[in-house]
């Protein structure tokens, strides 16, 4: 039995919505009358030349399917139209035209037209009955004119809420008289519209800014703006800054190369994204507001300097691959929850790492910024670069003291490279306590959870401290295990993480330490005797 043809209209439109392609779409529509006319009332409309064979296809399908869903559908609006396409003659131009004229005329709620066409074709022009779709609450623009009668009518986007602009003429004056058409407007995203300069809106909350000729000045006047993403592409320097009246602008995201002077021109900031291919000498940052810095840079270490008394989290990533990509909305690795830590460094180097990197971490901790947790993240080892820490060792740098540890180990080398890592990261600090996380049980490593037990019990003073190690289990919510003996007969064979705790040696522990070593060196003289 066809059950699904009983279904209430809107679910059946809910499970057509999961189409990705039109081809998939229309293999439904076929399968009877009644799914035809289901498919046909469908008031979402994809349209992307790309999934076609033949032009002449695609524009036939375009055509039919827009005039078949305003007949099928008298009263009511389309919930989404996305119009993808190539533009070679003039026909094409005129079919999208009179398609997107009879869709419009019926209403939309989100309206998504990118065009291209070739140098025989004009660039498209939008017809003007898009300024009276006072329903639309998204709206994206690529590569068209906006409506020939735009500056001369009232424009009615009242419910616009996300406006996205690439390759759309423009300048000072359209944008004013646009966003003053969009009084719910919050999200605004602009990509190569050369001729913005100034941005005001009394309810944006998040702009992002694209551009690929050089921009002087960009001046934002917004006083809801929370998120501001500006990416210079071409490496032309970031633009100077007017931002004084957006008081709640807290996180700014930079994909560029030249960022002088571009932090202090954010005086609320809190969480600054920045990807750069650094050039210079130094990397200087300072900011007194400044709480989470995430920076994606081919710049050393050693060659960076933070003035940011207040910063709790620092996310480092040497990795070339993220600086040829955009930040967007949550640019690099994800970053973990780390309210219960303050002043914490999550590194992400790049492929292999060797003795040297290690040397330079060393050297940026002894820059007074304050860290007291480092969170490693490791892909690949080196194990023949870091054999060479021994001769790095001779120089005279004390491991610098962290409260905390954690070492991410996703790689696939034999265990010795994971000793020999572990065996860096200890060189270069002395933490009060240290977590290992790997993909692999350390039932199968259990040399490298002997050798960091050893190495952070060698790290104190004989007799003082006690190292005590947690693991949780699927049988047991902990296993504290507090020595090798019990650590060798009790490694978690599905585990992926433990961690290693070091704790004063109380009193009476050392009271029973020392009655146990007694007894051991009498019980071996009566056997001498």
């Avoid at 040696?505 to 007694?518: G, H, I, P, Y």
Wanted: include cysteine; glycine fraction near 2%.
């Amino acid at each position: 039995m066809d059950r699904i043809s009983q279904l209430p209209e809107s679910i059946v439109h809910h499970i057509l919505s999961f189409c990705n392609t039109p081809a998939e779409l229309i293999r439904m529509s076929v399968l009877s009358k009644s799914w035809f006319n289901l498919s046909a009332s469908f008031p979402c409309l994809y349209f992307n030349i790309r999934y076609f064979r033949t032009r002449e296809s695609f524009f036939k399908y375009v055509e039919y399917t827009t005039s078949r869903f305003c007949q099928q559908n008298v009263t009511a609006t389309a919930h989404r139209l996305k119009l993808r396409a190539t533009l070679q003659e003039p026909t094409e131009l005129d079919i999208v035209n009179r398609c997107l004229e009879r869709v419009l005329n019926k209403g939309v709620r989100e309206l998504e037209i990118d065009i291209t066409n070739s140098s025989d074709v004009p660039k498209y022009r939008l017809p003007d009955i898009l300024l009276s779709v006072s329903g639309l609450e998204s709206l994206t623009i690529r590569g068209c004119y906006l409506p020939s009668s735009f500056m001369l009518d009232a424009v009615h986007f009242k419910s616009l809420i996300q406006l996205k602009l690439e390759n759309v003429p423009m300048d000072d004056e359209v944008i004013k008289h646009l966003t003053a058409s969009c009084p719910l407007l919050q999200n605004f995203e602009i990509r190569w519209c050369h001729g913005f300069k100034r941005l005001c809106h009394q309810n944006l909350r998040k702009v992002w800014i694209y551009y690929n000729v050089r921009v002087e000045r960009i001046d934002i006047e917004a006083p809801n703006l929370s998120y501001l993403f500006i990416e210079d592409r071409d490496g032309r320097g970031a633009p100077r800054m007017n931002v004084a009246s957006c008081r709640k602008l807290t996180t700014v995201s930079y994909f560029g190369n030249d960022f002088t002077g571009f932090l202090s021109q954010f005086p609320f900031i809190e969480n600054l994204y920045l990807a750069t291919k650094f050039i210079g000498n130094s990397l200087m940052l300072a900011s007194h507001s400044l709480r989470t810095l995430v920076l994606h840079s081919n710049c050393d270490l050693d060659n960076i300097e933070l003035s940011t008394p207040n910063l709790d989290l620092f996310m480092y990533s040497c990795n070339p691959r993220l600086l040829r990509r955009p930040l967007g909305d949550k640019p690099g690795p994800p970053v973990r929850d780390l309210a219960h830590l303050k002043s914490c460094m999550q590194c992400y180097p790049h492929d292999c790492i060797d003795a040297l990197w290690f040397v330079k971490l060393r050297l940026f901790f002894d820059k007074e910024n304050g860290f007291k947790v480092l969170n490693l993240y490791i892909r690949a080892i080196c194990s023949e670069k870091l054999s060479k820490l021994e001769k790095l060792k001779a120089i005279e740098l004390p491991p610098y003291e962290l409260e905390h540890v954690e070492l991410q180990l996703d790689t696939h080398e034999e265990s010795s490279a994971h000793v020999a890592f572990v065996d860096a990261v200890l060189w270069c600090c002395r933490p009060r306590s240290l977590t290992l996380r790997s993909s692999v049980p350390y039932e199968e490593q259990s040399d490298v959870v002997k050798f960091t037990f050893k190495k952070l019990l060698e790290q104190e003073d004989q007799g003082h401290t006690k190292i005590q190690i947690v693991s949780p289990s699927s049988a047991e919510a902990q296993k504290h295990l507090m020595d090798l003996k019990s650590l060798s007969m009790a490694l978690p064979c599905e585990g992926k993480k433990l961690s290693f705790i070091k704790e004063e040696v109380t009193t009476r522990e050392k009271t029973t330490c020392n009655l146990t070593l007694a007894i051991r060196l009498v019980t071996q003289l009566s056997v001498i005797c």
